[in-house]
């Protein structure tokens, strides 16, 4: 068991830091809310939060303070560290995002013109969120709204497009993919740019749409997670991976080891590459650090879905 680990697993003990799900009452949403626990969270950032099975985890970079709650998923962090957005699903299975201040312990649901949204991502400015919306028309697309709750706009609504997995390529561009095709939105949700799969990265790299993709190295290099290569028995198809591709060269380098499932990706604006994945049998995954080069460790023994803040 890894060092960080072990000292969330016994500062999670000490703290007994749950978070409980109650009934909002807004009844639109009908969403549940979580309530955060009493310990005094004043003056700490958190670096790092993941998923641990049913449950989030969030740390400090000294990884002495943290907090755990169950009932919610999709752990995003701003590049401060002092808030988490989350997903919390209700009895009916609809889906909605709520922001909670780490240090005060405020708590609130986004607004969004839908019942059923999920997967928060922050701008690197943190005066945005982008996430996944379902419309009217049942289209998912991409949703918008600031940091106070307000301004929520729906990018590219009148489309039939269905967009998948949105990530920022700046502090005032989104990128999100159909399958077929990676788009960038400018922050009034108009499309700006269109680039083919077949032509960006080639035939060899198949898209699903939790397959994400983010710009690093001052958007010289794209970090994306693919299924690639032969099939796996234990997967019934193939197995996913991260690549880093050189945007001019369009040199590849794969980032998971061979070997591996990745189930989730996450790069901060510092160009720091979190992953989770398994290895045969496929039955437990781990989080896994690298650096643009592929120098990997291990940071958390059991987890998915990690987030990060700035160092």
Known sequence: MTKLYSLLAVAIILCLAIFASCTSNNKEQNAQKAVLDTVSLSGKSFALAYQDGQKIVATSIDTMKQISFG?????????????????????????SIWIA?????????????????YGAVWSADGVHIAFSVL????????????????????????SETYVNSPTWKSKTEIVAHDLNNLYTFNLTGEIIDTTPFKNLIGAAYHIAGDN???YANQGKTIIFSAYFGPGVPELHGKANAVFAMDLLSKDVQRISPNGMNVSNLFVTADDRIFFSGAEKPFTESKIYFSDLNGHIKTIVDKGTNPTGALK
């Open 71 to 95: 009932g919610a998923t999709d752990p995003s962090i701003p590049l401060d560290g002092n808030k988490l957005a989350y997903t919390v699903t209700d009895s009916a299975g609809k889906r």
């Open 101 to 117: 201040d780490l240090e005060n312990k405020s708590q609130l649901q986004v607004h969004a013109d839908s019942k059923n949204y």
């Open 135 to 158: 419309n009217e028309k049942n289209i998912w697309k991409i949703g918008l709204v600031k940091n106070d709750n307000t301004g929520f706009i729906m990018l590219d609504d009148h």
């Open 212 to 214: 994400i993709f983010f």
